[in-house]
């Protein structure tokens, strides 16, 4: 009987190894099968990340191109407005009694006339027959 006990004692120690060792595998598998998947989906990242930065990279030079086309279409527009706009303003300054820069406008718009009256040529005869010649 004793003997009998033993074998059972021995099959069961047996049958525990043999589930320890194959748990063992198949821990050891699974960790495999794990690392391979967590190196696959590293990879993946890796790539999502390029493929991000390369949008990114896209989208920042699209908007610097439309922000440069912006600024020279506007500057474009507004460098003629801005003429007529300052002209016009002149012009409007000489008939006011304003006082700029401490000095009346009265006295400005003298010197405003002076600048932005058409200039004179005068054309003596004795020049025009040389011309002619």
């Known amino acids: 009987m004793m003997e009998q006990k033993l074998k059972e004692e021995e099959e069961r120690k047996r049958k525990k190894e043999m589930e320890e060792r194959m748990s063992l595998e198949e821990t050891k598998e699974q960790i495999m099968k794990m690392g391979e998947k967590l190196q696959g989906l590293q990879e993946e990242k890796h790539q999502l990340f390029l493929q991000l930065k390369k949008v990114l990279h896209e989208e920042e030079?699209?908007?610097?191109?439309?922000?440069?086309?912006?600024?020279?279409?506007t500057s474009a527009a507004y460098q003629p407005n801005m003429t007529i706009h300052s002209s016009q303003h002149l012009?409007?300054?000489?008939?006011?009694?304003?006082?700029?820069?401490?000095?009346?406008?009265?006295?400005?718009?003298?010197?405003?006339?002076?600048?932005?009256?058409?200039?004179?040529?005068?054309?003596?005869?004795?020049?025009?027959?040389?011309?002619?010649?």
């Open 61 to 73: 030079k699209r908007r610097r191109k439309e922000q440069s086309d912006m600024t020279t279409l």
């Open 91 to 133: 012009l409007s300054m000489q008939g006011k009694s304003v006082c700029v820069h401490g000095r009346p406008a009265a006295l400005l718009g003298e010197r405003n006339k002076q600048l932005f009256q058409p200039p004179v040529i005068s054309v003596s005869r004795s020049d025009s027959t040389q011309i002619l010649n």
